[in-house]
């Protein structure tokens, strides 16, 4: 049974929950209608008047949706999801703060979380209402907006406290200076996945007893500043806050296939025990690209980690920092430490004597001048031929796939977040037909291919490997509605990189 598979796997080495959602997309019970001039002003006034039972889709419209919601006990089962949606599409935000306590099988998707001068603090929130034996369980964020979390009182923007069975996919966080974008506490069995963080203090971090949670094929560009890092596995976490049995800060939590861009620090493991950092690529870290921290008070030490296969691209710093640390904290193999600006580079700096006996006995050093990405200030990280990081990986078991969502080879992975099947230039060698270029480029409104024999159809790609539009053949495509950035274009087996302004 679909339950008893997301009972007795964690989720983040299951796709359970997806055949999950195709299960009660189908069981609808009936429709509940928030905004102005609907049945319900908001999600509070819903709840509280029990108007949202099991198999229910609720419905925000058109509008603002100010102040703190408390929302307690609102719970679906697991053949009938509650799903919280916009209508039709209509465009909406929410400030305030949403706090769902002691909830289950819920499914929150496309909604538009968006902090103000009035509410400029949290935005969501879900917790166990201050005990382990209620915790919050199965629930699904997909596809939702974070930005505008303003004051540092707020902690973070979004936030965990008790959650278990839970999925947080294809989100975006971003334009959150004064806080973490997303933490999670106390949470067991879990995937963090596709998800975009951008302009943060810091992407946040998992800790307070926390296990078995996967984050992986995550965009990281800016995401730390000051002394804070893109991302944090582990803490420091009060006694009161753990569950029975987490003896431990956090165990089993794994980092797979993310790309760190920028920012001040990238990932610290604090307190970590049996942590996997794999398959992930670091561009240009402003200062730690990685830290080791002992920063639990009840359980300081860390054990058992592993770093493989990971690209690490240092521009004016190349540094790895932390507290003491024993041989067995963290086993290092297969990562490629890269130098941006010098074309000799004998590796990264370590803290000694705190890190000797833990850094990498066998450090895969590349100058300035070694081949590695196609255009990497231009952020596209597939590798260039001629890249020693491609076929050179330790074969995992996990993960299976790049930042991308392609298979990594099981035998000859390339190290670092995205495996060489997607590389364009490499693909092309093999290609009878002349590779197309695109013009403009940047572009504003149109993209145009210069071939007289274009065969469509062409798909635009964000950057996190989302396919935002289809356009069918023809050689003039349409990207006036698309928000400023950088993309793909995808036409048969070619990727073209290409900004819009």
Known sequence: ??????????????????????????????????????????????????????????????????????????????????????????????????????????????????????????????????????????????????????????????????????????????????????????????????????????????????????????????????????????????????????????????????????????????SARDCRVVHNTFYNCGQATMRFLNTSNLYPSLSGNSIENNLFAFGNSAYMNGSTQPLGAVFFSHNIYFSLINTIFSGPYWDSPALDQIKDPIPLNYGSNTPMFINGPGNDFHLTPGSPAIQNGKPQSEPVSDFYGNPFSTTTPSIGAIEIELNTLVKNQVNTRNKPSIYPNPASDFIHFPLSDYIGPVYIVSISGAIIQESPSGAKVFIGNLPAGFYYVKWDMYWIPFTKF
């Not at 229910?56 to 703190?68: K, Q």
Request: hydrophobic content about 40%.
């Open 1 to 270: 049974m679909l339950n008893s598979t997301l009972t007795h796997r964690p989720l983040g080495n299951s796709l359970g929950i997806v055949f999950l959602i195709l299960l009660f997309s189908t069981i609808l019970k009936a429709q509940v209608h928030l905004g102005t001039g609907q049945a319900y002003p908001n999600i509070q006034t819903a709840a509280s008047a029990n108007a949202i039972s099991p198999g229910d889709t609720v419905f925000l419209h058109a509008g603002s949706y100010s102040g703190y919601q408390a929302i307690a006990d609102l719970q679906g089962t697991d053949s009938a999801w509650i799903v919280i949606q916009p209508y039709l599409n209509e465009s909406h935000d929410i400030a305030g703060g949403w706090q769902f306590i002691r909830c289950a099988y819920i499914k929150f998707q496309n909604l538009n979380f968006k902090g103000n001068a009035i509410y400029p603090g949290r935005l969501f929130s879900i917790d166990n209402g201050g005990s382990c034996n209620t915790q919050s369980e199965f629930i699904i964020v997909d596809s939702c907006t974070f930005a505008n979390t303003t004051i540092a009182s707020a902690s973070v923007a979004f936030k965990f406290a008790g959650v278990d069975h839970f999925e947080v996919t294809n989100c975006t966080f971003k334009d959150i200076p004064a806080c973490e974008a997303m933490s999670f506490n106390t949470c067991h069995d879990g995937r963090i996945r596709g998800n975009r963080l951008e302009n943060c203090l810091s992407g946040g971090h998992i800790k307070g007893g926390a296990s078995n949670i996967t984050m992986d094929r995550n965009l990281f560009i800016n995401a730390s500043s000051g002394t804070w890092v893109a991302y944090e596995l582990g803490g420091d976490t009060s006694p009161e806050f753990y569950c029975p049995g987490d003896e431990f800060e956090v165990k089993n939590i794994n980092f797979y296939s993310n790309i760190i861009i920028g920012g001040y620090r990238g990932v610290a493991l604090s």
